[in-house]
């Protein structure tokens, strides 16, 4: 999908579709489910250095501290099967061997693919920084059962956003923030228009897009990186 037809897309979600969830048969919800799931995942061949990706945006959520060197940056979307994998195999051996050892400071940006996808983030910003990654990892290793084993999504979104301390109430006041639905929605055209954000999951390490997302992969690349020090 061009960049174009993805700002297409996301211009269209009228902000009463992320509401509209609360009323969607589950017939309705799997066929926009199963209608975006070839969005999910960057195919395209433009790896090589963006400028500036790995510049504070509103709305980032990070791990590790401002003052490192190296960055990796992920976008992804809570309803893309890849991402889920990506968080299963690769995510866990990146936070306990380059992130918790404060090699690099990791960025996670959301890039919903559907109104599911976006209402899971928002409700991941809802949570409060404290608990953004808690909500964002669960809603990742549980997809298949809240997204595609639940008869109706929106009741496994509920159940992860009150593990977070959200009521049901909190959650229907947070899918009316149209604040927070602009911020994420005008982020993800940032990605689109001047990272080359085309589908999820996108990794970047030090502003540059890698080919391949395996582990390896990212340590090849940053062994090109002068200022890592193998650990």
């Known amino acids: 999908m061009s960049k174009k037809n993805i700002i297409v897309l996301f ?17 309705q919800q799997t066929q ?6 070839s969005m999910t995942r960057d195919t395209s061949l433009n790896v090589g250095l963006v400028n500036n990706v790995s510049a504070a945006l509103v709305g980032d959520h990070s791990m590790g501290s401002d003052e490192l060197n190296i960055t990796i940056v992920e976008y992804a979307s809570l309803t ?3 991402c889920a994998t990506f968080h299963g195999e690769v995510f866990p051996r990146i936070k306990s061997d380059l992130i918790d050892t404060g090699i690099v400071r990791y960025i996670f940006r959301d890039f919903p693919i559907d109104p599911i996808a976006m209402a899971g983030s928002m409700i991941a910003h809802c949570s409060g920084d404290d ?6 990892d669960v809603l990742l290793k549980t997809q298949d059962e809240w997204l595609f084993e639940n ?3 929106y009741n496994g979104l509920l159940r992860v956003a009150r593990l977070a301390g959200l009521s049901e109430e909190d959650v ?3 899918l009316n923030d149209t604040d927070l639905f602009n911020l994420i929605e005008n982020n993800q055209k ?8 085309s589908g999820t999951p996108s990794v970047f390490v030090n502003n540059k897009k890698i080919s391949t997302l395996d582990y390896d992969t990212i340590i090849a690349e940053l062994n090109n990186i002068k200022e890592w020090n193998r650990f």
Not at 32 to 37: E, F, G, H, M, R
Not at 190 to 197: D, L
């Open 80 to 82: 893309c099967p890849h």
């Open 11 to 27: 211009g269209l979600v009228a902000f009463g579709l992320i509401v509209g969830i609360l009323f969607f048969s589950p017939g």
């Open 151 to 153: 008869e109706n999504p």
């Open 190 to 197: 940032i990605a689109t228009t001047k990272f080359g954000v």
């Open 172 to 174: 229907k006041m947070c």
């Open 32 to 37: 926009a489910i199963n209608d975006n799931i």
């Open 131 to 136: 608990k953004y990654f808690g909500v964002i």
